[in-house]
């Protein structure tokens, strides 16, 4: 494979093209549905995915077919699959949804205004995740241009991401006879800690999220009348969360929460 070809190949296409697109999604606030719930009548997840859609049609390569797919209530997910060599199957996630606005911006930037400085692109999405679906075609239309070969490749870019995913299972199931056994999937939606080597993400902690009210009360009452009688709501839940988690060393103590970390992985956390 030329190295030299590929690299040519990426640079103009992410200068020419997928930067300029970059800066046109940062200005739709297509927000996660968490934090957007009338999405669908608001509009603006379906230009994101159209735009996304429309730039990887006209970057299309000869073999690979494209469908935006939405099932009943659910938000659409952009649909790759292209042909390759052998039986093997690899799928690149991403994501098209977007965080909030959130606060902090510096003067003259915002979440929906694209700046472009040096090169370096501010604005909501950008990175997380809207490059995702630009830079998986690429790879791939790279790889064929320099002269290699690929597995069959499955993209898959959903909506629903920033919010927890919950859409995503129900398109794995109504997609998985298309998709087939992967035996690689690259998740591009991670980070990297300098532009000078190619950062993997091999295994993430995972987490349990939910709501935990203590009550001891039915109405307030004065301290002076109910200190030392009524419990304290803080040290129950102090109590509670001390049965799974050391709040000293961090240690989960449920033996269900454990796993037994890979031999690699340790090696690679010694590096």
Same mark, same amino acid.
């Given at each position: 494979? /030329? ?5 040519? $190949? ?6 020419? +093209?997928?930067?300029? +697109? $970059? ?7 297509? &927000? +996660?549905?968490? !934090?957007?719930?009338?999405? &669908? ?5 379906? /230009? ?22 939405? $099932? ?25 949804? &977007? ?32 490059? =995702?679906? !630009?830079? =998986? ?27 927890? =995913? !919950? ?16 035996? #690689? ?23 349990v999220a939910g709501n935990l009210e203590v009550r001891v009360l039915d109405e307030g009452v004065h301290s002076g009348d109910a200190s030392g009688i009524v419990p304290s709501s803080f040290r129950i839940l102090r109590q509670l969360l001390d049965r799974i988690d050391d709040s000293t060393t961090g240690s989960v103590l449920v033996d269900a929460l454990q796993v037994e970390i890979p +031999?690699?992985? #340790? ?5």
């Amino acid at each position: 494979m /030329d190295n030299a070809v590929a690299t040519a $190949l990426i640079e103009s296409t992410w200068d020419g +093209s997928i930067t300029p +697109s $970059l800066i046109d999604y940062i200005r739709i606030p297509n &927000k +996660s549905p968490a !934090f957007d719930p009338d999405w &669908k009548a608001n509009g603006h997840m379906d /230009d994101a995915v159209a735009l996304i859609a429309n730039w990887c049609r006209a970057n299309a390569l000869d073999d690979m077919s494209l469908e935006v797919i939405q $099932l009943e209530g659910r938000t659409p997910l952009i649909y790759i699959d292209v042909p390759g060599v052998g039986q093997d199957c690899v799928v690149l996630y991403g994501h098209l949804d &977007k965080q909030p606005e959130m606060v902090g911006w510096h003067e003259g930037l915002g979440p929906w205004s694209p700046v472009l400085d040096g090169d370096r692109l501010y604005g909501r999405g950008g990175a997380d995740d809207g490059y =995702s679906a !630009f830079a =998986s075609l690429t790879a791939i239309r790279a790889v064929r241009a320099a002269g290699g070969q690929h597995a069959r490749c499955v993209v898959i870019i959903e909506a629903c991401e920033e919010s927890g =995913s !919950f859409d995503l299972p129900h398109y794995i199931d109504y997609l998985q006879d298309r998709i087939g056994t992967p035996s #690689l999937v690259v998740c591009l939606d991670s980070g990297c800690g300098n532009y000078d080597q190619l950062w993997c993400t091999t295994s993430l902690r995972g987490i349990v999220a939910g709501n935990l009210e203590v009550r001891v009360l039915d109405e307030g009452v004065h301290s002076g009348d109910a200190s030392g009688i009524v419990p304290s709501s803080f040290r129950i839940l102090r109590q509670l969360l001390d049965r799974i988690d050391d709040s000293t060393t961090g240690s989960v103590l449920v033996d269900a929460l454990q796993v037994e970390i890979p +031999s690699q992985r #340790l090696r690679q956390a010694e590096v």
